[in-house]
């Protein structure tokens, strides 16, 4: 069983950075695609940004691209979503998620089985 934690969160003002951390213990979660989603109250997970399991492509939501970069640290079975020029509309609890899945469905929250617990993040105007 993989479990990931999300940490890095909190408040920050328009145009600030932020990075997040997505740390995964128990086993090892090795040639799992990893992506970050995101959620505001009443809506639905949104995709932000997803990462193959080879770590060597990178996808992401228009709204964020360009502004966000997800990485991977294999030794530290760990994986970053780092945010640049946050905007208020980024504003959500952001959770990260694992599993062998196809890149076609990379996108789609329902098709990821492991998430971490999720990370407020909160941008002021």
């Known amino acids: 069983q993989v479990l990931l934690e999300e940490t890095g969160g909190g408040l920050v003002r328009a145009g600030g950075s932020l990075r997040l951390s997505c740390s995964a213990s128990?086993?090892?979660?090795?040639?799992?695609?990893w992506a970050w989603f995101r959620q505001t109250p009443a809506a639905e997970r949104a995709f932000v940004a997803a990462?193959?399991?080879?770590?060597?492509?990178?996808y992401y939501a228009d709204s964020v691209q360009g502004r966000f970069t997800i990485s991977r640290d294999s030794d530290k079975n760990t994986v970053y979503l780092q945010m640049n020029d946050l905007e208020p509309e980024d504003t959500a609890v952001y959770y990260c998620a694992a599993d062998h899945l196809d890149p076609n469905w990379y996108q789609s929250s329902y098709e990821y089985e492991i998430w971490g617990q999720g990370t407020q993040v909160t941008v002021s105007s």
């Open positions: 128990g086993r090892r979660p090795s040639s799992y695609a």
């Open positions: 990462m193959d399991w080879a770590g060597q492509k990178t």
